[in-house]
């Protein structure tokens, strides 16, 4: 596939990084802005702005199949996606960093009235890490959560304490809930998929895949999740802020925001019927302490200055707060914010590039989510033909990989190797994402 990046951001970098290896890559920019990662790469560079046709036809825009508009200026990505659009057809991505441009120029493509004038797809990274960050804070303790068909299953991560009675023990003895399969381990910066023989350490972290009732039940079990997040306090007032404020008043769930910004509390105090605002700094030791912050549930640092974001985390947690949950502006500086005690960082560029990575996935198989920094992916499969009748032991991948979950029509299962597989079933497959591409082509017919 050939894929066009206008923006030399980082963004551009990552998604370069991304898909150089499997794809053909050429980026536009401003020579200036040319970095020496790029030049690392087997990619072409073009100097020059990408809302200029001349530009674009001096990149094989004819002949490109995918155009990724990330510049840092969203009028320049919606001209240029644009003008990418009306020329070639192209399949147009466009980043904005402004809710109004998501909602104006998310149009429905099939609409009449829009002709060749729109965007495949708008993505706003600060709406995505806000969806991300809403579904761990709700759900207590776990360090990532994903749901599939349509809430029917999920995956948790949890890690283990040195007071856990799994502690020790292998994985077929620790009698985990029905209809819960474990899928991964994260053990000393490794990830790895288990068997029944794989023991239990202090500090793993756990995957598991299962229907959300029993890993509801699993939680509360083995993770002490019978005590519901009914407290959360965010450091920070921007976007992000103040979206993740409105979705946990929704859940009911008790709200503060410490954001620095007077005229910004204003609007927040204005915007928000449940969450109280206080106009302060997060870095402020006493200011967080007459706050009552220990007794918080879960603190979030979503301020746009990864250094304030780490300050204030290990304060809270000097304060001893149990679970932080910290943004990272910089994807390079997660593995960090991770080492030195943050229980979650989380990134807005992350959770975009997955999407994108979904969005231009030419197979029919798609990516539902992806595990541990990108680590591992979650498959779903639509099974063949080739493969009605199979017993679930009967598959033989060529690299490590589990299937989590079957969905056969509006019905769940969590399968074991005796189980049979049919025409048309829907398989969530855990895999490894350096072998995820050898899975893919195992069930890929010819």
């Known amino acids: 596939m050939k894929i066009i990046i206008y923006g030399a951001t980082e963004i551009g970098c990552l998604l370069a990084t991304e898909f150089f290896e499997d794809h053909d890559i050429t980026v536009i920019d401003k020579e200036e802005n ?25 990149a094989d825009i004819m002949n490109s199949d995918v155009f990724i508009a990330c510049t840092a200026l969203d009028e320049a990505n ?23 441009y998501r909602n104006t120029m998310g149009f429905d493509a099939t609409a009449d009235y829009l002709g060749d004038f729109f965007i495949d797809y708008v993505i706003w990274p600060e709406e995505l890490l806000t969806q991300e960050l809403f579904r761990v804070v709700t759900v207590a303790h776990a360090l990532d959560v994903e749901n599939f068909a349509d809430g029917k299953a999920r ?8 007071d856990s009675s799994i502690v020790g023990k292998m994985v077929k003895d620790c009698g985990f809930t029905k209809d819960t399969i474990i899928v991964g381990v994260k053990r000393d910066n490794f990830l790895f998929i288990p068997n029944g023989l794989t023991e239990i350490n202090e500090n793993d972290k756990l995957i598991f895949m299962g229907t959300s009732h029993s890993l509801d039940i699993l939680a509360g079990t083995f993770f002490h999740e019978n005590e519901q997040v009914k407290s959360v306090v965010i450091i920070g007032g921007g976007n992000v802020g103040f979206m993740l404020a409105k979705n946990l008043e929704d859940m009911k769930i008790k709200t503060k925001i410490i954001e620095k910004d007077y005229e910004r509390c204003e609007f927040l105090s204005q915007e928000l019927n449940k969450t109280l605002v206080i106009n302060g700094d997060g870095t402020n030791l006493k200011l967080l302490d007459d706050e009552g912050i220990a007794s918080t549930d ?24 149990k679970r932080v949950i910290s943004r990272v502006t910089k994807v390079l500086n997660i593995p960090l914010f991770e ?26 198989i798609d990516i539902l989510a992806t595990v541990e920094q990108g680590e591992a992916e979650v498959l779903e499969i639509l099974v063949s033909d080739e493969f009605n009748g199979k017993k679930i032991s009967d598959l033989r991948f060529p690299a ?16 074991n190797g005796d189980t049979v597989i049919r025409h048309n079933d829907i398989l969530i497959i855990f895999t490894k994402a350096d072998t995820a591409d050898d899975v893919r082509e195992y069930f890929k017919v010819d």
Not at 37 to 49: A, C, P, Y
């Open 339 to 364: 080492k030195v005690g943050i229980d979650i960082a989380v990134s807005s560029k992350k959770s975009a590039i997955n999407e994108v990575r979904n969005d231009i996935d030419d197979t029919d």
């Open 78 to 100: 919606i001209v240029a996606c644009l003008t990418a659009k009306k020329i070639s057809g192209i399949r147009t991505i466009c980043f904005v960093s402004k809710e109004e």
């Open 34 to 58: 040319r970095t020496d990662e790029f030049d690392k790469l087997d990619i072409s560079f073009i100097r020059g702005n990408a809302t200029d046709i001349a530009i674009l036809k001096s």
């Open 298 to 321: 879960v603190v979030i640092a979503v301020t746009h200055n990864d250094e304030r974001n780490l300050l204030c985390s290990l304060l809270v947690k000097q304060l001893g707060v």
């Open 155 to 162: 995956l948790l991560e949890y890690k283990v304490n040195s």
């Open 400 to 415: 490590p990989a589990i299937v989590g979950i079957i969905q056969r029509k509006n019905h769940v299962a969590i399968p």
